[in-house]
């Protein structure tokens, strides 16, 4: 059973706690007890083998051992959390959903939706007679896009023993950095913190009750956390790590995390939906050069563009065009610089804005406003223009809004042309309230 290398440590460690939870602790005693309750309460009611499972419910310990239940019943599992419960419908259509399991705490409701899943990939992995994990993402146009795993190539890199850390898991376990986290740190029966609020209150609460020693999460958050200045108010001393990665991270906003928390080590991580979490490793902590890979991984720049081949890529889109070469490199869309074995991720291609010809890449454009005084947060997008095909425009937060905002946007332009060629400088410069991320705590790209 592929679950077996996991169940070896968690036998090796009983008594070890392998998730904090609303004040609870989990040893993996417990966990593997409840996977072998769920177990034997499944079995005997339904056949699983090789069904499309929707596995529904806050990201608990709960939940997981629902999850590696299922993974050892050979289900193909789809888990979804409570943060996106409103695109429920069009996943369920899309993965052609034949159970739902909504969990609630420790107890669960098994819904059979009488779908019967004809996807060719499905249909493909049922024949491997393997568990699969189905993670939905958006695609450039917003459009959702189902990605199917085969658990058994997944679980490949967790064979390899790692570090004992104590960590947050920020990102979900719909999302492929929350998996990474999750099967990397019980792999190693390390503990994992899960928190249902991800404020930067409650965020800095967690680390200095729990002693976490590991965050991973997103440059947006930590530009939240350094103008919310909750981190004044706790002790954060247990920190070791703060790993990022998701989308391109700030100058300024990396210089400022530096300044404040200096004694943590920054890591660039660098992972998709399609291929998993590669190794990284940064040409230091205050640098935005990351060498990527490691064992399993190749990379490879082609037009500018970075592509991976990976013994752990998804077998392909439920739902949309296959985006891997004839040979099997996976084209990341993310556009990059090399300087020898270093790569510096630009953004996505797709978010590139081209001004009458010229290429301006909104983060560049974020990070030289980000510098500015008085601005906490800024999204840069494109607007279509009759003249120059497209122009600039940004959304700008203030810290401080009791100000003359029509001089201000003059000030920031006067401060960006010392900065910026001039196709760069936002022709529209909007100052807004709102949040300007997503429910995963990315940058939003798009119109405000």
């Known amino acids: 059973m592929i679950t077996d290398f996991l169940k070896d440590r968690f036998n090796q460690n009983p008594e070890k706690i392998a998730f904090i939870w609303n004040d609870n602790y989990f040893s993996f005693q417990w966990l593997l007890d409840s996977i072998e309750n769920y177990k034997k309460e499944i079995i005997g009611n339904f056949d699983f083998n090789g069904k499309v499972i929707s596995l529904e419910g806050q990201y608990s310990p709960h939940s997981v051992a629902m999850l590696l239940a299922l993974i050892e019943l050979n289900a193909i599992i789809a888990p979804i959390t409570t943060q996106i419960e409103s695109k429920l419908k069009e996943y369920h259509e899309i993965s052609e959903t034949e159970f739902i399991i909504s969990m609630n705490l420790d107890k669960y409701e098994i819904i059979k939706t009488g779908n019967i899943a004809k996807n060719e990939l499905i249909t493909e992995l049922r024949n491997l007679n393997n568990p699969g994990l189905l993670l939905f993402s958006s695609g450039t146009a917003g459009t959702i896009k189902a990605a199917l795993h085969d658990f058994s190539k997944l679980f490949i890199k967790y064979h390899t023993p790692g570090k ?170 993310d556009s990059v610089e090399v300087n020898g074995e270093y790569y510096r991720i630009l953004g996505r291609k797709s978010e590139l804005i081209n001004v009458g010809g010229e290429k301006v890449y909104p983060a560049e454009v974020e990070n030289s406003i980000l510098e500015i005084d008085n601005i906490s947060d800024v999204t840069v997008f494109g607007e279509k223009n009759p003249l120059m095909g497209n122009i600039v425009c940004a959304a700008i937060t203030l810290i401080d809004k009791e100000i003359d905002q029509k001089e201000f946007i003059k000030t920031i332009k006067k401060q960006l042309a010392i900065k910026l060629e001039p196709y760069k400088i936002p022709v529209k410069i909007k100052i807004i309230d709102e949040v300007q991320y997503t429910e995963r705590f990315k940058k939003g790209r798009k119109a405000i």
């Open 164 to 333: 004992d850390f104590i960590t947050l898991a920020f990102m979900l376990f719909d999302h492929i950095g929350g998996v990474d986290t999750l099967f990397y740190s019980i792999s190693n029966a390390s503990t994992v913190v899960n928190i249902d609020n991800r404020s930067p209150e409650s965020i800095c609460k967690a680390i200095e009750k729990y002693k976490i020693q590991v965050l991973p999460t997103t440059p947006t958050f930590l530009n939240l956390l350094i103008y919310s200045e909750e981190y004044k108010k706790y002790d954060l001393s247990s920190l070791k790590y703060i790993t990022y990665g998701t989308e391109p991270m700030p100058e300024s906003t990396l210089k400022k995390c530096l300044e404040i928390f200096n004694d943590v080590k920054f890591l660039q991580k660098y992972g998709t939906t399609e291929v998993g979490t590669l190794r990284s490793k940064s040409e230091s902590q205050e640098s935005l050069w990351v060498k990527i890979g490691g064992e399993g991984y190749q990379t490879r720049i082609i037009d500018g563009l970075l592509q991976i081949k990976a013994e752990s890529a998804m077998m392909g889109y439920l739902n949309a065009p296959q985006p891997f070469t004839e040979d099997g490199w996976f084209i990341t869309g």
